[in-house]
């Protein structure tokens, strides 16, 4: 029987992922899908316990603006991406250093 | 095994496997085209999850826009005949620690520490007209700020991206 457990087994597995992604990665583009996978896994906990918990829709409501969010943040991020890109010639967090004192 | 725990250990193998890609690949089509797989796989959990709506808002939103954004994203910041789009990693080994550490945790508590409420749960039943009837009754106003949300980043995306004139 597949239950609650289950989906936050996968969804912690997402999340480290994701922030292992986050960590390690140089590329802003590979940071921000890092990022999408961090959101993903807590959109899978959202529904699970909408699912499995008080049997509400509210989790997957939650879920709905958190997909929302997430498609603004990628706008953004994407367009400082790209001016980063314009300013330094590089898509690389690490040289992105003119705030450097 | 029930044919519900076949489909369910399919799709999270299929999610968890294409997320690892999208971690460890060096190339960044690839991170990006196993991103794909890795959305498709949450679409899946969904549906068995009993989230229709939700599924197919994924597809949409994230297949069809977060992840055509990206791919532009990908290849606008490399030079085009720059064919080899790979990425390099820097403190692989501490951020893997760091990572499976959390996974670690987070099993431990979620999983063996916690006692989840055994709530009624919901039997998967369609959901649309639920969700669409929450949205414009209950929760009008997180919903219309979302809309204004999307409206001023979208503005202030196109705002930073725009070439501003040499003065």
């Known amino acids: 029987m597949i239950g609650l457990h289950h989906y936050l087994v996968v969804s912690a597995a997402l999340f480290s992922l994701g922030m292992l992604a986050v960590l390690t990665r140089r590329n802003a583009v590979n940071v921000l899908m890092g990022i999408e996978l961090i959101l993903n896994s807590a959109n899978l906990n959202l529904v699970a316990f909408s699912r499995f918990g008080s049997g509400n829709l509210q989790g997957q409501l939650f879920a709905v603006f958190v997909i929302v969010i997430a498609a603004a943040e990628v706008a953004v991020a994407l367009a400082i991406v790209l001016t980063l890109y314009r300013l330094r010639r590089t898509p690389n967090l690490d040289e992105a250093d003119i705030l450097r004192g | 095994m029930s044919p519900q725990a076949v489909v369910f250990y399919l799709l999270a193998a299929i999610t968890v496997g294409s997320a690892a890609v999208v971690v460890l690949a060096r190339s960044l089509i690839y991170n990006a085209f196993a ?30 826009g977060i992840l055509v954004l990206l791919l532009f994203g990908v290849m606008l910041t490399h030079k085009l005949y720059d064919l080899d789009l790979r990425t390099e ?9 760091i990572a499976s550490g959390l996974f670690a945790f987070l099993v431990v508590v979620l999983v063996f520490r916690i006692q989840w409420a055994a709530g009624p749960g919901r039997a ?12 414009m009754g209950q929760y009008l106003l997180p919903f219309e700020a979302a809309s204004l949300l999307l409206l001023v980043a979208l503005m202030g995306a196109a705002m930073i991206v725009r070439r501003r004139k040499v003065a």
């Open chain 2, 124 to 135: 998967p039943a369609a959901t649309t007209r639920e969700i669409g009837a929450l949205f």
């Open chain 2, 35 to 64: 991103l794909l797989f890795t959305f498709m796989g949450v679409a899946g959990l969904y549906v068995m999850l009993g989230a229709d709506f939700l599924a197919a808002t994924q597809l949409l939103i994230y297949v069809g």
């Open chain 2, 89 to 97: 990693v820097t403190q692989f080994w501490p951020g893997l620690i």
